[in-house]
């Protein structure tokens, strides 16, 4: 998260920069930064999520397009869950207002955010892996499960920007 806040530091205006000088300004700019880095964060974890998203559409279509029927009501209730966690993530307030209009933010809270924010990249490219797993294992007894897993993937994906949700919402 740090490089984004240097991004979006590095980003400011002269005049920014100069403000930040001025007493009681800085927490303003820092406020700022910070709902900037949360919304730059979201949007690249959503970028992603919409990637696996459009793949797993695909492969609905595929097996449509194949006549495999019986997978197809799984494929839609795991294309469902990832286009509800963008949603979410995409819709939710800017920078989660007051928690982040703190001044000074509680370090182990914002940690504890982060790895939230961390595991939900990483568990982009579990999904993905799970689509590959399902492509893999198509024409095999094991497609069942594979797109099993994929949905419960897709399941705890949700759950865990839940989670994270209620953990911002506590630390208010």
């Not at 730059?40 to 459009?54: M, N, V």
Request: net charge negative; charged share 30%; hydrophobic share 45%.
């Amino acid at each position: 998260m740090s490089d984004l806040m240097d991004q979006v530091t590095a980003d400011q205006d002269p005049l920014k920069k100069l403000l930040s000088k001025v007493p009681g300004f800085n927490g303003f700019i820092e406020r700022q930064n910070r709902r900037a880095a949360d919304a730059l964060l979201r949007e690249t974890i959503a970028l992603k999520f919409h990637d696996q998203w459009k793949r797993v559409s695909e492969l609905q279509q595929e097996f449509a397009s194949a006549g495999e029927l019986a997978v197809l009501d799984d494929l839609e209730t795991a294309a469902t869950k990832i286009q509800t966690f963008i949603d979410k993530i995409q819709n939710a307030a800017r920078g989660y207002s007051s928690f982040f209009d703190a001044v000074k933010v509680n370090e182990e809270e914002l940690a504890k955010i982060y790895e939230f924010d961390a595991a939900l990249l990483d568990m982009a490219d579990g999904i993905g892996s799970a689509i590959d797993n399902v492509q893999s294992s198509v024409g095999t007894d094991g497609l069942p499960a594979a797109v099993r897993h994929l949905v419960s993937m897709a399941r705890d994906l949700v759950s865990t920007f839940d989670q994270r949700d209620e953990v911002v919402k506590g630390v208010q």
